[in-house]
């Protein structure tokens, strides 16, 4: 059986099942180009499947993209995603982790974050497409149309927000805390003058499945009952702890 656009359980040798999930440039929890030094998310599932003999194919595209091709079904799902982000996928009961999301500002600026989120004429950066938090993406949604939200796309947004703020070109960007200290690290950024004004608190995400997919409730079983497992548990906690600078 041979794997198309319309096939999405491919069998290879010794009948190995085949994943096919779509992610985007979230190191280092999602991270292609940088295999297993940067793509932590991808590894531990990866070896999680291996055990019942399905093999992980991950594909990187810009998250708007990602999430269209899971809706559309060209791919099997997200590799990550929070149940705003895709709504109409099939998501695993239990989390695969939690992410954090911090935000940050110029040091010349006064504001904090508090809830409820309140940013008066203050513009806010943020990546097209992203599930946050619902505080914030309920602020997105209502001011995606004005001035007061300034929305990249592509693998090089985050990079391109914390430029824009450190030139000042926007006030505040919010990013998950483990993602953006990535950035920083891997691309010998400069973050003298940049400030964290504010967590919200940790939130958890998710791995997420077409519904249409054949087996899809063979594979939610086999992935809620592996992301309980203790053991599992700690070492996803010592994959990520790799990348808390």
Same mark, same amino acid.
């Given at each position: 059986m041979t794997l198309t656009a319309c096939s999405f359980i491919a069998y290879a040798n010794d009948n190995q099942k085949q994943l096919t999930l779509a992610t985007t440039q979230w190191c280092p929890y999602t991270?292609?180009?940088?295999?297993?030094?940067?793509?932590? $998310?991808?590894k531990y599932l990866s070896d #999680?499947? /291996? @055990?019942?003999? #399905?093999?992980?194919?991950?594909? *990187?595209?810009p998250w708007a993209r990602a999430v269209r091709l899971a809706e559309n079904k060209t791919v099997d799902g997200l590799l990550t995603a929070? =149940? /705003? !982000?895709?709504?109409?996928?099939?998501?695993?009961? =239990?989390? #695969?982790?939690?992410?954090?999301?911090?935000?940050?500002?110029?040091?010349?600026s006064h504001w904090r974050y508090q809830s409820p989120l309140r940013l008066d004429n203050l513009?806010?950066?943020? $990546?097209?497409?992203?599930?946050y938090q619902k505080e914030i993406d309920d602020y997105v949604s209502f001011n995606q149309? *004005? !001035? @007061? #939200?300034?929305?990249?796309?592509?693998?090089?947004?985050?990079?391109?927000? $914390?430029a824009m703020l450190k030139k000042q070109r926007v006030d505040v960007i919010v990013a998950d805390k483990l993602?953006?200290?990535?950035?920083? @690290? *891997?691309?010998?950024?400069?973050l003298t003058g940049i400030r964290n004004v504010g967590c919200t608190a940790a939130q958890p995400f998710y791995l997420?499945?077409?519904s249409d997919l054949p087996e899809l409730h063979t594979f939610l079983n086999i992935l809620n009952n592996e992301f309980v497992l203790p053991e599992n548990q700690k070492k996803l906690e010592k994959l990520i702890e790799q990348y808390s600078f």
């Open positions: 991270c292609v180009s940088q295999g297993d030094k940067g793509n932590l $998310i991808g #999680i499947l /291996a @055990k019942h003999n #399905i093999h992980l194919s991950v594909q *990187s595209y929070t =149940h /705003a !982000e895709a709504p109409n996928l099939s998501f695993t009961e =239990h989390p #695969i982790a939690n992410f954090q999301v911090c935000f940050y500002s110029h040091q010349a513009t806010l950066g943020v $990546i097209k497409g992203y599930g149309s *004005s !001035e @007061k #939200i300034i929305s990249l796309s592509g693998d090089q947004g985050l990079l391109r927000l $914390i993602v953006l200290n990535w950035q920083a @690290k *891997s691309n010998r950024l400069d997420a499945l077409n």
